[in-house]
């Protein structure tokens, strides 16, 4: 899967910005928690509702860092499962780490409640 950066959806721009604000916790962080997150959801994620239109945008390197194999890996293995063509892994990819911004922002208010949420 060939990619260099991600721009973001508005919304999940938005919960972005809003944890990174209340928690201090760089964006790439929060976006790996999410798309965990929207990786245990057993409903795919539909790609369209997902727009490039959001002011932030993520280098792959800072986004997923020395752990891009793993993170890829588990998107293979999710797509392979549902039947997703390689082709469309990318579009997943977005949908998952955006659904997974708009999640985490859905569930935490605070560093402690986000402590909890990963220690469960």
């Known amino acids: 899967m060939k990619f260099n950066r ?5 919304e999940a721009s938005e919960a972005l910005n809003k944890m990174k604000g209340r928690m201090g916790l760089n964006w790439n962080i929060l976006c ?3 798309f965990c997150i ?3 959801d057993q409903v795919e994620p539909d790609p369209a509702d997902y727009k490039t239109d959001g002011d932030i945008e993520i280098d792959r390197k800072i986004l997923i ?4 194999e793993l993170y890829v890996a588990l998107l293979r293995q999710r797509c392979v499962t549902a039947g997703i063509p390689e082709d469309k892994h990318f579009d997943y ?3 998952h780490m955006n659904r997974g911004a708009i999640l985490l922002s859905k569930r935490i208010g605070s560093i402690k409640e986000l402590a909890q949420l990963i220690t469960v």
């Open 6 to 10: 991600i721009r973001f959806s508005k």
């Open 93 to 95: 990819f977005k949908a």
């Open 32 to 34: 790996r928690i999410g």
């Open 38 to 40: 929207s990786l245990n």
């Open 65 to 68: 860092g020395n752990e891009d």
